[in-house]
């Protein structure tokens, strides 16, 4: 039996989030902290051996769970026909924007890319592009990375409510992407033309940092920002002629550097 829409409203304001951020970042002592990561590990099927771990250990459980990766963990292809998957995570929903700018979250839900964007000029620029929507779990890497080469043109936090976004939520709160807490990170790319990554927050997710500030150029591969506990990643580029990779299927799992749109041939 799924939640009443009541009991999302309950947990989506800010008190929550709050708690939750005090008690990641809280110095716990260290047997009780390792005990409490082995026990998340064990929970969600963390790969732990991917990981980079500082001499000492974590300090604290927020950075166990925005933990770096051994350097080559995530190979990046640099096509330049290629946009890669800026997170790891599960494809939800993926295809062309709509001259309505009405896009898919889950199968049979839907949101407005203006209302995410919270920028109709932007959102115009991007109509008839593609559209990527990326759900992060618990035991994936919690790092955003940059899709493409460019340059970062703005950086702008969007203040809204903390809904968890599970598929049982967005089936009961309209709009849910378009009405959490979001970061948008606006990129002039080399190779697809405006690219916008929005990462958006959710239950317990009370901050989302950023790496690059506006200005900043950045390779297809870079760091861009992180989590700080959950979440979920729409990615919208706006080259036309973009079609889904074979090497990342909708309801499957993709990885940070793996190609998730392909320019399309050009017929001989």
Not at 46 to 66: I, L, S
Not at 127 to 150: E, I, K, N, Q
Request: proline fraction near 7%.
């Amino acid at each position: 039996m799924r939640p009443p829409k009541i009991w999302y409203e309950a947990i989506a304001g800010p008190r929550l989030s709050r708690l939750a951020q005090r008690v990641a970042d809280a110095e716990l002592p260290r047997p009780a902290l390792r005990g409490l990561i082995t026990a998340f590990c064990a929970a969600f099927d963390v790969n732990m051996a991917e990981a980079a771990v500082p001499d000492g250990g974590f300090r604290t459980f927020n950075e166990f769970f925005t933990r770096a990766l051994k350097h080559g963990a995530r190979p990046v292809d640099a096509s330049p026909d290629v946009l890669v998957s800026p997170a790891d995570a599960r494809l939800a929903a993926a295809g062309s924007i709509s001259e309505d700018l009405v896009l898919e979250a889950i199968k049979g839900r839907d949101f407005n890319l203006a209302d995410l964007l919270g920028d109709d000029s932007l959102a115009g620029r991007l109509r008839g592009g593609s559209y990527a929507t990326l759900y992060l779990s618990p035991r994936d890497y919690h790092r955003v990375h940059s899709p493409c080469d460019g340059v970062v043109t703005d950086v702008r936090g969007i203040p809204g409510r903390r809904y968890p976004v599970m598929p049982a939520a967005i089936g009961r709160i309209d709009g849910l992407l378009a009405r959490n807490a979001r970061t948008v990170i606006r990129i002039d790319s080399d190779d697809f033309g405006w690219v916008a990554v929005v990462m958006v927050g959710a239950t317990n997710v009370s901050r989302i940092t950023v790496t690059p500030s506006a200005g900043a150029r950045v390779c297809k591969g870079d760091e861009l920002g992180a989590f700080n506990l959950g979440s979920t990643v729409v990615i919208m580029a706006q080259r036309h002629a973009l079609e889904l990779s074979s090497a990342s299927p909708i309801e499957h799992m993709t990885q940070v550097g793996r190609p998730l749109f392909e320019r399309r041939a050009r017929p001989r």
